[in-house]
């Protein structure tokens, strides 16, 4: 159990265009999920915290109008780069906690490849 | 603000013999999570262990366990019989109980483990 799944694995876009990152949980209601980016050899980096329903919470640096985040249900967050520039390639990684468990884990995706040309 | 250190970038163990990962971290709250996840090359994110800091006992799982020492702010992991799968990038965790299920997860740098057969 526990499952979040990540759409597309990898993706390939031209400069200036925009892509979507969709983050489920497949078998589990997500109250919370985060977005992370992950440069090569590096750690992962909070980029925000959507809850249900509300508006996401950004960290510092982070431009919202760059990175949309979107978290229309209860297993559904999508993180949508915008006007997407070869420095936005990166390694996005989506994570979920459990609504109504408290056992502090969180559940991660598989990651999506981002690469613009 | 938290925050987690790793002070080695890499380490390397031969198979069969035992590893330490060390992590230390800051916080001023009393109760919260420490996890050691690990990274392999498919870049998928698992859950390695989980201590909760109210609990004085030592965390374990099967050949992974934790010498969490509450004082010194030190969570380090012992790898025990290394296996080539163990092979990957391990990442030290903190996450605060302040707010439930919408607290973030902080990571380390992480530390790269090598495994020589």
């Known amino acids: 159990g526990a499952v979040v799944s990540q759409h597309p694995s990898r993706v390939i876009c031209k400069s200036g265009t925009s892509v979507k990152i969709e983050c489920r949980s497949l078998?589990?209601?997500?109250?919370?999920m985060f977005w992370y980016r992950q440069f090569p050899k590096q750690s992962l980096m909070l980029m925000a915290t959507?809850?249900?329903?509300?508006?996401?919470?950004?960290e510092q640096g982070v431009e919202k109008d760059k990175f949309l985040i979107n978290h229309a249900s209860l297993t559904l967050s999508t993180l949508t780069v915008t006007s997407a520039h070869p420095e936005d390639s990166s390694f996005y990684i989506c994570?979920?906690?459990?609504?109504?468990?408290?056992?502090?884990?969180?559940?991660f995706g598989e990651g999506s490849r981002l690469t613009v040309l | 603000a938290q925050t987690v250190t790793q002070s080695q970038p890499e380490m390397s163990v031969q198979e069969a013999e035992t590893v330490t990962l060390s992590c230390t971290y800051d916080?001023?709250?009393?109760?919260?999570?420490l996890f050691w996840y690990k990274q392999p090359p498919s870049r998928q994110m698992i859950l390695v262990i989980r201590q909760e800091a109210y609990k004085q006992q030592n965390a374990t799982e099967n050949r992974f366990s934790v010498n969490f020492q509450k004082a010194a702010k030190s969570f380090s992991l012992k790898i025990s019989d290394s296996q080539l799968g163990d092979a990957a990038m391990y990442f030290c965790?903190?996450?605060?109980?302040?707010?439930?299920?919408?607290?973030?997860?902080?990571f380390g740098t992480g530390t790269r483990l090598q495994v020589f057969p």
């Open positions: 916080t001023s709250e009393s109760d919260y999570y």
């Open positions: 965790a903190y996450r605060s109980k302040r707010l439930y299920n919408t607290d973030k997860l902080i």
């Open positions: 078998d589990f209601q997500a109250t919370t």
């Open positions: 959507s809850n249900e329903g509300s508006k996401a919470t950004y």
């Open positions: 994570s979920a906690t459990r609504q109504g468990v408290y056992t502090g884990e969180l559940f």
